[in-house]
């Protein structure tokens, strides 16, 4: 079993940035991916990025590419997703996930919680 806590969402004007992160704990020792979803309100979830245990593999979404960054900190068990020019389109809960089933774009077997991000126009 992994646990996955997600802190750092907020409330950020257009343009800003934030850095939420994700710290795993249970099974820590296996190399599994890790990334990042959302969901906005009415609207389905919907991946955001990936990223193998090395980092030598990020995946991530048309709409934040160039404006996100993944990344982890194995030693920490830790994983980061630094999201720049936010737009009011990215408010939604970010969920971090662990251990990808199949695609890394679709369906993973551990969840979080989440962490609200919301950004004002």
């Known amino acids: 079993q992994v646990q996955l806590v997600e802190s750092g969402g907020g409330l950020v004007q257009a343009g800003g940035s934030l850095r939420p992160s994700c710290a795993a704990s249970?099974?820590?020792?296996?190399?599994?991916?890790m990334g990042w979803f959302r969901q906005a309100p009415g609207k389905e979830r919907e991946f955001v990025a990936a990223?193998?245990?090395?980092?030598?593999?990020?995946y991530y979404a048309d709409s934040v590419k160039d404006r996100f960054t993944i990344s982890r900190d194995n030693a920490k068990n830790t994983v980061y997703l630094q999201m720049k020019s936010l737009k009011p389109e990215d408010t939604a809960v970010y969920y971090c996930?662990?251990?990808?089933?199949?695609?890394?774009?679709?369906?993973?077997?551990?969840w979080g919680q989440g962490t609200q991000v919301t950004v004002s126009s």
């Open positions: 990223s193998t245990w090395s980092g030598g593999r990020m």
């Open positions: 249970g099974r820590t020792s296996s190399r599994y991916v």
């Open positions: 996930v662990a251990e990808n089933r199949g695609s890394v774009f679709q369906d993973y077997n551990y």
